[in-house]
């Protein structure tokens, strides 16, 4: 019994690690999911061009490749980055491609009539994307934002192959020590699906308390 | 004779193959107070959408309080006018919707101080302040907290009203403010729209299927049809004895649709 606490033990560090990384990824696919989401729609052709390359080239490329390349390729380009920077920079840049069409399809989601308030009240560019646009834009992102935010929960797995003590690194550890494969296996995918249940459960809160007043009548 | 605040000069406007104006020149007046009619698709409404900046003239110029409102005047030559120059000249306009367009994450008083404080620079408390001064005149005061989703349609357009108002425009436009409400809640936006006339120098420009209230309000009526001014006219002349052929069809039907005149 004292050795499987040990093991649980383990396991318990694995899943703070997933945590740090989910954490940490989302906060890096958030900013990228903004700057490629606004840049899809900015006036400027270079600007437009570069946010659609970066999301087509992550959307079609595999995320193992990209954190192999990360890992492995940077370095000879002298950048060389810790396993858990190169899992957050995968995962963030990945994970940000997905997301960045949900801003955009969301900000073009609001109506014209919103954007002509904004005008005849004089209200500049950014003011009124600051202020009008994207706050009601939010509400519309938060559902697939919070898919988004558990795809890159699992996907944090693909870490353990560049030696990151994760969740799933940790399983493995656990395995090959007892010989169990039952008990390690069965344990995350327990708590994988726990941390993806607390994501979803704080995306609809946070959905709840914004969208409270907005009834979706015609105002 | 002071000179106009609108000199509109021969502007054409296009959607696709439809020419909604053409051509079309008029002139407005400090303090005047014109009501636009005609039919669906003449142009009225485009006209109030041009002096916003929300739609682009295809030729023509425009004028407000004696400036260019799409070109710009550099070392003599007249260039299109660019974001700055537009945002300047928007000052001195603001516009009512048939829809209200309320910004609905907002409270009532924020829709009206969001733009004085972002625009202007006003300090919230003076924002505030003023906001309150302007719902209190549009009856909405006590709904100062809430959502615009809690309000009747009436009184999101009163709201509307004060939103515009915040920003002490020279000219308002009005575009068919009444036409989405139902009936019993038409007669509160329309008070306001007395009082604003009566109560303020402003120069005001109204869309309205409300023949009645056109005729009390108005110092001249404007009959469009086909992206031209068909007829023009005192109140009195154009409801009671118009000219135009097409004038006098377009009141006969809208009375058989039940307008009072």
Redesign the interface.
Known sequence: MTQWSGYFGLILQGALVTIELTLMGSVLALIMAFLAGLGRLSRFFAIRALATTYIEFFRGTSIFVQLFWAYFVLPFVGISLTPLQAGVLALGLNVGAYAAEVVRGAIQSIGR??Y??C???????W?AMR??IL??AL?VMLPTFGNNAIELLKATAVVSLISLTDLTFQAQVVRSQTGNTLVPFTTILVIYFGLALIISWGVRSLERRMAR??????? | MSAPIIKIDAISKSFGTFKVLDGLSMQVMPREKLALIGPSGSGKTTILRIL???ERIDSGHIQIDGEQLYHMERNGQLLPAD?RHL?RM??KI??V?Q???????K?VIDNVT??PI??KGMPRAAAEKRAMELLDMVGMADKAKA????LSGGQ?QRVAIA??LA?QPRIMLFDEVTSALDPELVEEVLNVLWRLCSETDMTMLLVTHEMGFAHDFADRVLFFDRGKIVEEGKPDEIFRNPKQERTQAFLKKIIAAGHRV
């Open positions: 009539e919103q002509e308030a005008t005849a009240v004089n209200l500049g560019r003011q202020h009008v706050p009601q509400l007043g907005l009834d979706g009548v015609r105002v | 916003m900046t929300l974001e945002a928007r000052q603001g516009m919707f829809l209200f367009n309320l910004f609905p994450h409270s969001l733009a972002l625009t959502m615009p989703a809690q999101k939103r515009a920003l």
